[in-house]
């Protein structure tokens, strides 16, 4: 009976373990380049039952959202995380007829079923929004795999992404920061300088912030975290508490931060700021 049930129960997790390889994940987002593009989320393998589709943190009918229109796709960019069956897309459409630049980060689950989209929606009026900008400097980044001799574990990777948002709660944090390091908010890009003068090095906010509500996805292959989370402060027709949707994919080398993308909403045009 014993040698039955470890059988079982072997069989059980090697369905577990083949359910989020990597291949199946770059299948979904393959899938998900394809439905944004033609305006149709019935190329996704969606979980018919319990599927949660939401932009900008907000719930709504996937029939109506973003990914109901066909977008003209510039570049895109993803991350699949096995461990979390989870993935994440960065699209830049720049010359769609209305410009956007959206993350997306999606759930599978063990039968390779989509059960979460989630979406930052990012146009014109939201912070720093260009997407001609992001288009530029996005296409001109390396963030070739990494061998797996230097690759850094899912611990550092996160724990660098985290500093990074920790920061502007607490200004004495020491940020894992490269040299160069290039930061990519909207359109407004620091790594345009010679190499060696390169940084993401902030100042510090005159209040400290509470970044919360973060979502992760990691790719160790990538050296790369995105973290959805909500970010305060900035809208200035809401209190300083409120907190809007934002996204940060974070690039890390041997344990150093090298490329930084954000993107965030703005409830009034750039946050009435």
Not at 12 to 20: F, I, T
Not at 257 to 264: A, F, G, K, L, Q
């Amino acid at each position: 009976m014993r040698y039955e049930s470890l059988l079982f129960l072997c069989a059980g997790a090697s369905r577990v373990l083949a359910a989020c390889t990597r291949s199946l994940l770059e299948d979904a987002t393959s899938a998900y380049i394809r439905a944004q593009s033609s305006g149709q989320p019935s190329l996704l393998p969606l979980a018919s039952s319990n599927l949660s589709y939401s932009e900008n943190d907000t719930p709504m009918d996937i029939s109506k959202g973003v990914l109901s229109q066909a977008v003209t796709i510039d570049f895109n960019r993803s991350l699949h995380d096995a461990a979390q069956c989870a993935t994440f897309t960065e699209i830049t459409a720049a010359t769609n007829k209305h410009p956007y630049v959206i993350h997306t980060r999606m759930l599978l689950d063990s039968d390779n079923k989509i059960t979460t989209i989630e979406s930052v929606v990012t146009d014109d009026g939201d912070w720093a929004f260009n997407a001609t900008g992001q288009l530029q400097w996005t296409k001109q980044e390396k963030w070739d795999p990494i061998s797996e001799a230097k690759r850094d574990s899912r611990a550092v990777i996160k724990g660098a992404g985290d500093a990074y948002l920790d920061q502007w709660g607490n200004s004495s944090i020491q940020v894992p920061l490269g040299t160069p390091c290039a930061r990519l908010e909207g359109g407004s890009y620091t790594g345009q300088r010679s190499p060696t003068a390169n940084t993401c090095k902030m100042p510090a906010f005159p209040n400290p912030l509470k970044v919360g509500n973060r979502r992760y996805v990691i790719d160790e292959e990538l050296g790369a975290v995105d973290i959805f989370n909500g970010f305060p402060f900035l809208e200035k027709s809401k209190p300083a508490s409120y907190s809007v949707p934002s996204s940060n994919l974070i690039r890390v080398e041997e344990g150093k931060i090298r490329y930084i993308h954000e993107v965030t909403v703005c409830l009034t045009p750039h946050c009435g700021r």
